[in-house]
């Protein structure tokens, strides 16, 4: 018999990238949403994989229209950072100085990235959990 103890943990969104299938899952109002729409903007940004790859699943429709909206959100204003390197490093967003620390060059290849998320984001899977069952 194994027995798993779950307790919960700290998240740093700008930590190293989760790998497989990751469980955000806490109370209202503890930034689940930002977290994703941040995590979702670091895979994109950093090569792991392009938007269509990602699946990103919550509970009810309005909740599901929240997060679309934020990782759209979160996508535009990281691509628009990463058009200054120099001031996207020394502001105050961490997940876009984590984006920015980088050589500009691969600052430029992030970037580019980033806009072709949003030119295919109408096929990100974001989804109910019973509209991806369906």
């Not at 209202?28 to 895979?43: D, M, N, P, Q, V």
């Not at 090569?47 to 009810?60: D, Q």
């Not at 979160?74 to 996207?88: I, K, Q, W």
Request: glycine letters at 8%; a neutral charge; proline letters at 4%.
């Amino acid at each position: 018999m194994t027995a798993v103890l779950s307790r919960p943990i700290a998240f740093d969104v700008c930590g190293d990238l989760p790998s497989g299938t990751t469980v955000l899952e806490a109370s209202a109002g503890t930034g689940k949403t930002f977290t994703i729409a941040a995590l979702a903007a670091r895979y994109v940004a950093e090569g792991h994989a392009r938007l269509p790859e990602l699946l990103l699943v919550t509970f009810g429709r309005d909740a599901t229209q929240e997060l679309r909206e934020r990782v759209r959100e979160r996508l535009v204003s990281a691509e628009r950072g990463l058009r200054d390197p120099a001031t996207a490093r020394a502001g105050t967003d961490s997940v876009l100085a984590l984006l920015a620390g980088v050589p500009d060059a691969e600052v430029a290849v992030r970037r580019r990235r980033l806009t072709a998320a949003l030119a295919e984001f109408d096929a990100a899977t974001i989804a109910t959990t019973h509209q991806f069952c369906g």
